[in-house]
């Protein structure tokens, strides 16, 4: 090896990348270029960690850890656009009107939906769930009627089942005409929890 | 909103790229126009890239073809720096470079920045990342024979410039 290559070899330049800074500068550029589909940032919850996407049109997805975070970005990404990217800024309002609501500051969320993961009739479904006031509950016979199909319940409980935007479309709110709990995408027990947060079931 | 189009290629959430290959991107850019443009230009790099990222037909060589638009953007910043310097005063803008970010063997990699794009790419592959010809080719697009060639040819450029 010659001395000049010697040379090259040992005096790489020193890298430094403020990565924060970094992120939240490309996530600004991205945005301002209209580059920038799916913006998506993490919050801490009673219910464990939370992660909401958002897009230019609103708030897409809310995903709880246990769905696990690559499986959602990547059906995110499949299902709407690969143009993603960690940036806290375009889903600050969010996570601020998420964090109110967990602090018991805020009983309903004011936020633009992003249905585009939603079709059909669940879509039906999912409007109607979140027009449900906090401290309310439904039944998933009445909120199929809300969707046109008063026999559908069956079919309003699947919707449910898969609702993306957990919380914000309050799809704990419906319950079995009897009142048991019915079944809940995160799990029963954050759904006793966030049914005891607004008072309809004892803490 | 943009959707891929015709071929329904899987392409991963571009933040995965940003997140495996932004640092050793950076250290790429840092050897190849300084650690004062590095960041803008790799700021530029993912812009270009997630720009054209929906239109992409296939997600075989994601980092090589990261890597050709780095090298691209790296020309033009050290064209643009050409461009002003060639207006300013001799040496003038040499003692604004921060000193904080001045390293053991400057004027080497500044005559390494002043190489024609591929011989400079072909360098920071082979040297810094300490890639075997046929990775340095890949990486930039080209086949393994080119690949020595820019290196050889980079290395035959820089001699000269050392020893004047």
Request: proline letters at 6%.
């Amino acid at each position: 090896m010659t001395d000049l290559e010697q040379r090259l070899r040992e005096a790489p330049p020193e890298p430094f990348l403020d990565r924060p800074r970094f992120a939240a500068a490309l996530g600004r550029r991205a945005s301002a270029a209209r580059l920038l589909d799916v913006a998506y940032a993490s919050i801490d919850s009673p219910l464990g960690e939370l992660t909401v996407f958002v897009t230019p049109r609103g708030l897409l997805r809310v995903a709880y850890d246990s769905e696990g975070g690559e499986a959602v970005l990547a059906e995110v990404a499949e299902r709407v656009s690969p143009r993603i990217l960690r940036a806290p800024a375009r889903t600050d309002e969010a996570r601020r009107q998420l964090d109110g609501y967990f602090a018991s500051n805020r009983r309903r969320f004011d936020l633009p939906i992003d249905w585009s993961l939603v079709h059909g009739f669940a879509r039906g479904v999912l409007r109607a769930t979140a027009e449900l006031p906090f401290g309310e509950t439904s039944t998933y016979g009445r909120m199929a009627r809300a969707a046109g199909s008063p026999r559908a319940a069956r079919a309003a409980g699947n919707a449910l089942g898969s609702n993306p935007i957990p919380i914000v479309v309050p799809c704990h709110r419906v319950l079995h005409a009897d009142g048991t709990l019915g079944g809940y995408s995160g799990g029963l027990d954050r759904k006793r929890i966030l049914l005891a947060l607004e008072g309809s079931l004892p803490a | 909103m943009a959707r891929p189009v015709s071929s329904r290629v899987q392409l991963p959430p571009f933040q995965r790229l940003v997140d495996d290959h932004g640092a050793e991107l950076h250290r790429f850019l840092v050897a190849s126009v300084g650690p004062t443009d590095a960041e803008d230009c790799l700021q530029e790099t993912l812009l270009s890239a997630l720009r054209a990222y929906p239109r992409l037909r296939h997600a075989d060589n994601l980092r090589a073809w990261l890597y050709v638009i780095a090298q691209r953007k790296a020309t033009d910043t050290v064209r643009s720096r050409q461009r002003h310097r060639a207006g300013a005063l001799d040496g003038v803008e040499e003692r604004l470079v921060a000193p904080a970010h001045r390293t053991g063997d400057d004027d080497l990699w500044s005559s390494v920045r002043a190489l024609p794009a591929k011989q400079r790419a072909a360098l920071v592959h082979r040297f810094v990342f300490d890639l075997a010809y046929r990775d340095v080719g890949e990486r930039m697009g080209i086949s393994e024979e080119a690949a020595r060639q820019n290196v050889s040819a980079g290395l035959r450029r820089l001699r000269v410039e050392v020893d004047r």
